[in-house]
């Protein structure tokens, strides 16, 4: 049997067995609608005599039939009976999901190119993903309002039922992060564009950081959590300059907007009676840097780790593919990435660089939690000439995904 033939043979068992879900029925039934759309451009290549199949298109049948075996794996399990109370339980169901339709809203992409235009448009609708983080958020609900049922017609041990009571907690809390996870997603459509911000837009929070360059708070812009970067001793007085580096560089940079970039709002001038002070305005990320994750969390699930790898890979991978001359970052590291609430793993150090460095004095250099030198590809190692390169930041960045998987500073002892 060929590689089409097993994923249509998978799904064809998937279908089969929806028909005996005993419970998160809602997202069941989701996971299935969202597989038989996928199946429509497969049957297209069904047809298609078997050497015309590209090695392209191979690849996607087996990542296809590897997020299917995973999707089986879920309606088997909530099949059975003596799953309902694990489901109960269960600290991970919603995450499952959302792993296994991400997997297919990825795979989507490539097979829509089998489709006529007219078929593609209405195709990729169905997995945009601010549809599908809405229609998961509300399958989720759903499946709660289904556990709060079974929690009040069953009579449970009052041990049993506390256990429960703390798990719908930790089900609730779930919920709540794939709302926000919508609201972020609806919002991508509505960004505000990168520009000059009045102070009196910005609420300052609290006070994050001090270093001898800048203060980093935790602000409020538009409604917008987000994180102010305010400068000392600024290295120029002239606004107007700093206002033309400004200008130039965000045209470069609205080519990078991913939800795996960190997202730049802008810069504040305050210009007062003595020196203006300088602000940049950036997202606010909640866990701060990757590496800061890695030393307080030891333990991390391997769901999160996977989150988090993929993450980080992608706002790299946009970097790199973004324009006709591939851009470099330049200084890959841990502490080059930051961790939102959900962690989702943001790029950064990149942004507004120039308009940075025209503003900033250079700080002391300070002792480091991870050595640079870890980072570096042994060709640069080597020979400080070596020209810096694309291998040369898959090399940095591989070293950042063993920090991922143990959480381990890269060749420590």
């Known amino acids: 049997m060929d590689i089409v033939e097993r994923v249509l043979s998978v799904a064809q068992a998937i279908y089969a067995q929806f028909e005996q879900v005993k419970c998160c029925k809602h997202q069941c039934q989701r996971l299935v609608e969202r597989i038989q759309i996928l199946l429509e451009p497969v049957r297209i290549l069904r047809a298609q005599p078997k050497q015309h199949i590209s090695h392209h298109e191979e690849e996607l049948m087996k990542k296809l039939l590897q997020a299917l075996g995973e999707a089986q794996k879920l309606v088997m399990k909530y099949s059975q009976t003596s799953w309902i109370q694990k489901f109960l339980r269960a600290r991970s169901a919603g995450e499952e999901f959302v792993w296994v339709n991400e997997s297919l809203e990825d795979i989507a992409q490539g097979l829509s190119l089998l489709l006529q235009a007219e078929q593609k448009q209405a195709f990729l609708e169905a997995f945009q993903a601010k549809i599908c983080r809405r229609q998961d958020a509300e399958d989720l609900r759903d499946d709660r309002a289904f556990l ?62 001090d270093t001898e360059s800048y203060d980093l708070y935790e602000g409020e812009y538009l409604k917008y959590p987000v994180a102010i970067k305010t400068f000392k ?62 030393n307080k969390h030891q333990h991390l699930s391997w769901d999160i780790r996977i989150r988090m790898a993929l993450g980080a890979a ?46 900033k004095r250079k700080a002391k250099k300070n002792w480091k939690q991870v050595s640079m030198l870890a980072y570096i590809a042994p060709e640069n190692l080597k020979d400080i000439n070596y020209p810096y390169k694309r291998p040369c930041e898959i090399y940095s960045f591989g070293v950042v995904l063993a920090e991922i998987a143990t959480s381990k500073i890269p060749f420590e002892g």
Request: net charge negative.
């Open 148 to 209: 709060d049922q079974v929690i009040v017609s069953t009579e449970e041990p009052e041990d049993v039922a506390e256990e429960i009571s703390i798990d719908r907690q930790c089900m609730e809390s779930k919920v709540d992060w794939m709302q926000s996870e919508l609201n972020k997603k609806v919002n991508v459509g509505k960004r505000e564009d990168i520009t000059e911000i009045k102070r009196d837009h910005l609420t300052f929070h609290r006070h994050l950081q």
């Open 314 to 359: 992608r706002g790299l991978y946009r970097l790199h593919q973004t324009g006709e001359k591939s851009r470099l970052h330049g200084c890959i590291c841990s502490s080059k990435f930051l961790v939102a609430g959900d962690y989702c793993v943001k790029l950064s150090g990149f942004e507004l660089c120039e308009t940075e460095s025209s503003i």
């Open 233 to 294: 001793r600024p290295l120029t007085t002239d606004p107007v300059k700093v206002r033309d580096i400004f200008e130039k560089e965000i045209q470069t940079l609205k080519k990078f907007e991913s939800p795996n970039i960190l997202r730049m709002y802008g810069i504040c001038i305050e210009e007062n009676d003595g020196s203006p002070c300088f602000s940049i305005v950036m997202e606010y990320c909640k866990h701060g840097t990757l590496r800061d994750v890695l």
